[in-house]
């Protein structure tokens, strides 16, 4: 089992920024791919992004790339999300998720913390 605890969310005005954070614990962390999806109320849950389990490769959706960085820290457990330029329209619940292996699939995902809250206002 890997415990994810999602931090960070919160209310920002567009064109501001935040950095989410997800802590693990549970078996050896940097043993898995580890993932960023979102749901807006009423949507399905999307992928944002992923890195592998050393942090060499990750992968972006079109809608936020050049804006969110995915990166990981395997001394500290912890996985991050840098979020710059924020638009009303990247408004959910954020969500990290642990992977055997690198994928934009939600249903591939073995473990995902709880969510945390992201509004951007206009």
């Known amino acids: 089992q890997v415990q994810l605890v999602e931090s960070g969310g919160g209310l920002v005005q567009a064109g501001g920024s935040l950095r989410l954070s997800c802590a693990a614990s549970g078996r050896t962390f940097s043993n898995y791919a580890m993932g960023w999806f979102r749901q807006a109320p009423g949507k399905e849950r999307e992928f944002v992004a992923a890195i592998t389990w050393r942090g060499a490769r990750t992968y972006y959706a079109d809608s936020v790339k050049g804006r969110f960085t995915i990166s990981r820290d395997n001394a500290k457990n912890t996985l991050y999300l840098q979020m710059n330029s924020l638009k009303p329209e990247d408004t959910a619940v954020y969500y990290c998720?642990?992977?055997?292996?690198?994928?934009?699939?939600?249903?591939?995902?073995?473990?995902w913390g709880q969510g945390t809250q992201v509004t951007v206002s206009s």
């Open positions: 998720e642990a992977a055997r292996d690198i994928t934009t699939r939600y249903a591939e995902y073995d473990y």
